[in-house]
C-alpha cells in the first residue's frame, strides 16, 4: 500500500553550487548524506510535514545519475512512494503491468527501494521505498 509521497529526487551536476539555491528557496538548510551503493551524495531538505526534496549529485561517472546527467541534464530524477512492504509492492506492481527495474529491491539512504521503469509510468522514474526502521 501507497502511504505517501516520501522526497522529490533531483539530479545536480554540483551540490555546492546547487545547495545555497535550494536553501534560498526553501528556507531551510539540508543535512548530507553519502550513498555509496547509489553512487551518489546527497543533500536532503525536509519540507512541511514529512516532505523531502533530495538533491543528488553522482560521485563517478558509472552512477545512474551520472548517466541521467548527461542525457537528460539537471532536472527531475524521480518520485519516492513510501510503502509498508518493498517486496510487496513491487510483486504488486508487476502484476498490474509496471515494468520493475532490476526486479529487485535495494539499499537507499532511507532504508529498501525499487525502482519502476519510466517507460510504464508515463517517462517518470518512480521509487518505491520502505522506510528502516524508526525512519521517516
Same mark, same amino acid.
Given at each position: 500500500?501507497?502511504?505517501?509521497?516520501?522526497?522529490?529526487?533531483?539530479?545536480?551536476?554540483?551540490?555546492?553550487?546547487?545547495?545555497?539555491?535550494?536553501?534560498?528557496?526553501?528556507?531551510?538548510?539540508?543535512?548530507?548524506?553519502?550513498? +555509496?551503493?547509489?553512487? !551518489?551524495?546527497?543533500?536532503?531538505?525536509?519540507? %512541511? #510535514? $514529512?516532505?523531502?526534496?533530495?538533491?543528488? =549529485?553522482?560521485?563517478? +561517472?558509472?552512477?545512474? !545519475?551520472?548517466?541521467?546527467?548527461?542525457?537528460? %541534464? #539537471? $532536472?527531475?530524477?524521480?518520485?519516492?512512494? =513510501?510503502?509498508?512492504?518493498?517486496?510487496?509492492?513491487?510483486?504488486?506492481?508487476?502484476?498490474?503491468?509496471?515494468?520493475?527495474?532490476?526486479?529487485?529491491?535495494? =539499499?537507499?539512504?532511507?532504508?529498501?527501494?525499487?525502482?519502476?521503469?519510466?517507460?510504464?509510468?508515463?517517462?517518470?522514474?518512480?521509487?518505491?521505498?520502505?522506510?528502516?526502521?524508526?525512519?521517516?
Amino acid at each position: 500500500m501507497i502511504k505517501r509521497v516520501h522526497h522529490i529526487g533531483i539530479a545536480v551536476k554540483d551540490l555546492k553550487e546547487s545547495i545555497p539555491l535550494f536553501e534560498s528557496l526553501l528556507g531551510v538548510k539540508p543535512r548530507l548524506e553519502e550513498a +555509496p551503493s547509489q553512487k !551518489v551524495n546527497e543533500a536532503i531538505f525536509r519540507v %512541511g #510535514e $514529512g516532505m523531502e526534496i533530495d538533491l543528488m =549529485e553522482p560521485t563517478g +561517472p558509472d552512477s545512474t !545519475v551520472a548517466k541521467f546527467l548527461e542525457t537528460r %541534464g #539537471e $532536472g527531475l530524477h524521480h518520485i519516492a512512494l =513510501e510503502v509498508d512492504d518493498i517486496n510487496k509492492e513491487l510483486k504488486a506492481m508487476e502484476k498490474k503491468g509496471f515494468r520493475i527495474i532490476g526486479n529487485v529491491s535495494g =539499499e537507499g539512504v532511507a532504508g529498501q527501494t525499487g525502482f519502476l521503469h519510466p517507460k510504464s509510468v508515463n517517462g517518470v522514474l518512480v521509487e518505491l521505498l520502505q522506510l528502516r526502521e524508526g525512519g521517516e
